[in-house]
């Protein structure tokens, strides 16, 4: 007669191999948030790892994007609550226009050009810089709506194409220059758009 295989028992962990257990978890989330997690997504890099892989960068362009959104989306906030001089009546006619506009933008210094467009107008645009690169954020905004975002970049030299405006309202673009010379931004637009405006 076979006599069965005893079932195996097993202990749980003690207090002491689950508290070591625990620590060289924190440790090693804690390795990762500062070689990785901040670089990449901060771009805080107090080990320099960050660097030497990449990640530095990729964390440095990540926070110039979110500020020059949070500055774009700033500058659309002033203009929806101030009062529109342009009738909105006026906007629903738009006559093609065409127009050549250039922007000095000082180191760290972000500007912005908005066309007076309504809604399914289209421009044909391009833009480059004189020299370096920019940051950028085409965007629109009106009274009622406080940010709509049609493309972005950074580290760029020029862009073209056609924007067509997707409500009735403000449509166009803020540069930022990141570099440590002064970028002139040469601007051609030409299309449904009623005005041409700079903001600050």
């Keep these: 007669m076979s006599v069965p295989n005893p079932i ?14 625990t620590a060289i978890a924190a440790m090693v989330a804690a ?18 790892i ?16 979110a500020e020059d959104a949070r500055a774009a989306e700033a500058v659309a ?17 738009a006559t093609p226009k ?29 833009w480059a810089t004189n020299r370096g690169v920019v940051n950028y954020d085409t965007h629109g905004d009106s009274p009622t709506i406080k940010y709509h975002g049609y493309s972005k970049g950074t580290g760029t030299k ?5 924007l067509t405006a997707a409500f009735e309202g403000q449509h166009g673009w803020f540069w930022r220059n990141r570099g440590r010379d002064t970028v002139v931004v040469t ?6 758009y009623t005005e041409l405006k700079r903001l600050p």
């Excluded at 195996?8 to 257990?21: A, C, H, I, N």
């Excluded at 500007?111 to 809604?119: R, T, V």
């Design 8 to 21: 195996p028992v097993f202990e749980p962990p003690s207090v002491r191999r689950l508290m070591r257990s």
């Design 31 to 48: 390795v990762i948030l500062v070689t990785i997690v901040l670089p990449a997504e901060y771009g805080v890099d107090p080990t320099g």
């Design 50 to 65: 960050g660097r030497i892989i990449g990640l530095k960068e990729m964390g440095e362009i990540k926070m110039q994007l």
């Design 77 to 93: 906030v002033v203009r929806a609550a101030a009062p529109d001089a342009t009738p909105a009546t006026a906007m629903t006619t």
């Design 98 to 126: 065409s127009d050549v506009t250039e922007v000095t933008l000082l180191p760290s210094q972000g500007k912005e050009i908005k066309l007076a467009m309504p809604k399914d107008a289209r421009v044909s645009f391009s």
């Design 158 to 162: 020029a862009d073209s194409g056609l």
């Design 187 to 192: 601007l051609r637009t030409s299309g449904d």
